[in-house]
């Protein structure tokens, strides 16, 4: 008897031991982004206009580990950049994308990870218009001056015209995560190569936009332990 209650004790200890070191199964980051694209367009004169430039947002991942090494990935973001050069236009894109992840060392403070991750990317361009309507304007209809929907002359306009467009889209890079306590940890810096196929602004044939994706954060860890 008391063999079999050492050999049940030995047993429920193992088991507490193994799963204390096990890795969380669920994890969840949140973290500032920074994307250095382009908008080519096979067109010379916009792609010299427009040429490379940052954009800034945010992104969140949720990430399900399968095992101490191997790991699945959701990936949502999106990023910003006002008054585009020459042009003055808002581009926000955003991202879905999702795929594998291997990691380094996960029950280490220290996990390096590599990751390629498919999924799509939409781009929305927009820009606001201004007019101020004269006596002589033959678009505009006469009205009174109370007329809610069709001012008089000399009344200014503000229109914003926008264009959106979602294509495929793929990131392949990797990151740093350092664990600060049980469920937490930092993320200093994370780097991507990021390719999206929006076509072309003016002849709409395929083209491709090539980017590099910086983050940071920091990564909450549900599950295990």
């Given at each position: 008897m008391k063999k079999s209650i050492t050999l049940v004790a030995g047993l429920l200890l193992f088991t507490l031991v193994a799963g204390a070191t096990e890795e969380p199964k669920f994890e969840a980051f949140l973290g500032y982004t920074t994307l250095?694209?382009?908008?080519q367009s096979n067109t010379p004169l916009l792609d010299?206009?427009?040429?490379?430039?940052?954009?800034?947002?945010?992104?969140?991942?949720?990430?399900?580990?399968?095992?101490?090494?191997?790991?699945?990935?959701?990936?949502?973001?999106?990023?910003n950049r006002g008054n585009v050069n020459v042009f003055n236009v808002d581009d926000r894109t955003a991202f879905f994308l999702a795929?594998?992840?291997?990691?380094?060392?996960?029950?280490?403070?220290?996990?390096?990870?590599?990751?390629?991750?498919?999924?799509?990317?939409?781009?929305?361009?927009s820009k606001s218009l201004s007019v101020v309507t004269?006596?002589?304007?033959?678009?505009?209809?006469?009205?009174?001056?109370?007329?809610?929907?069709?001012?008089?002359?000399?009344?200014?306009?503000?229109?914003?015209?926008?264009?959106?467009?979602?294509?495929?889209?793929?990131?392949?890079?990797?990151?740093l995560d350092v664990k600060v306590s049980k469920r937490f940890a930092l993320r200093p810096f994370a780097i991507d190569y990021m390719l999206t196929s929006f076509p072309s602004l003016l002849t709409g044939t395929s083209t491709h936009q090539n980017g590099l994706r910086l983050s940071a954060g920091i990564l909450f860890r549900f599950g295990g332990e």
């Amino acid at each position: 008897m008391k063999k079999s209650i050492t050999l049940v004790a030995g047993l429920l200890l193992f088991t507490l031991v193994a799963g204390a070191t096990e890795e969380p199964k669920f994890e969840a980051f949140l973290g500032y982004t920074t994307l250095r694209t382009d908008l080519q367009s096979n067109t010379p004169l916009l792609d010299e206009h427009f040429g490379s430039y940052f954009m800034n947002g945010g992104s969140g991942q949720f990430i399900y580990n399968f095992s101490n090494w191997f790991s699945g990935v959701v990936d949502l973001g999106a990023v910003n950049r006002g008054n585009v050069n020459v042009f003055n236009v808002d581009d926000r894109t955003a991202f879905f994308l999702a795929g594998p992840r291997v990691s380094y060392k996960r029950s280490s403070r220290w996990s390096p990870y590599f990751q390629v991750l498919f999924g799509a990317a939409d781009r929305s361009l927009s820009k606001s218009l201004s007019v101020v309507t004269g006596p002589n304007t033959p678009e505009l209809p006469v009205v009174t001056p109370h007329d809610p929907f069709f001012p008089g002359p000399g009344v200014e306009i503000t229109a914003k015209v926008s264009a959106s467009q979602t294509d495929f889209s793929m990131t392949a890079g990797g990151g740093l995560d350092v664990k600060v306590s049980k469920r937490f940890a930092l993320r200093p810096f994370a780097i991507d190569y990021m390719l999206t196929s929006f076509p072309s602004l003016l002849t709409g044939t395929s083209t491709h936009q090539n980017g590099l994706r910086l983050s940071a954060g920091i990564l909450f860890r549900f599950g295990g332990e």
